[in-house]
């Protein structure tokens, strides 16, 4: 028991030691309130949401796509982007036919990168 003990705190204090650390004012409270507000508006899309939905808070992006997978913009800041993977609305469309009441199956996690534009 007496070892377990001293693992754990040992365990703590190298813990404490990785968190970042913060020096006062270097964090930027308006540009982390900003983020913060994208990231909630960004996981408002789900699963089962039609494209449509999703176009109301994303844009299409250049580069290659077809209808059931696509990446996607954020519409205030194109560097922030989506990957989202669609059920099409009609089992007889094109691969290539994107259409509004096509389903959401997966979206990832918001992530940045370069604009992509064609």
Same mark, same amino acid.
């Given at each position: ?7 754990? /705190? @040992? %365990? ?14 270097? =964090? !930027?409270?308006? $540009? ?33 796509? /077809? @209808? %059931? ?14 990957? =989202? !993977?669609?059920? $099409? ?30």
């Amino acid at each position: 028991m007496k070892t377990f003990i001293t693992f754990l /705190t @040992a %365990t703590l204090i190298m813990c404490s030691f990785s968190m970042p650390s913060f020096a006062a004012g270097s =964090v !930027d409270d308006n $540009l982390t309130k900003q983020i913060s507000g994208i990231l909630t508006e960004c996981q408002k899309i789900k699963p089962g949401m039609t494209r449509a939905d999703l176009l109301k808070v994303f844009t299409t992006e250049g580069g290659l796509s /077809t @209808a %059931t997978h696509r990446t996607f913009g954020y519409r205030g800041c194109f560097y922030i982007k989506v990957d =989202v !993977d669609f059920t $099409l609305s009609d089992p007889k469309q094109n691969v290539l036919e994107e259409r509004p009441t096509d389903i959401i199956k997966t979206i990832s996690k918001p992530y940045l990168d370069w604009y992509i534009a064609d």
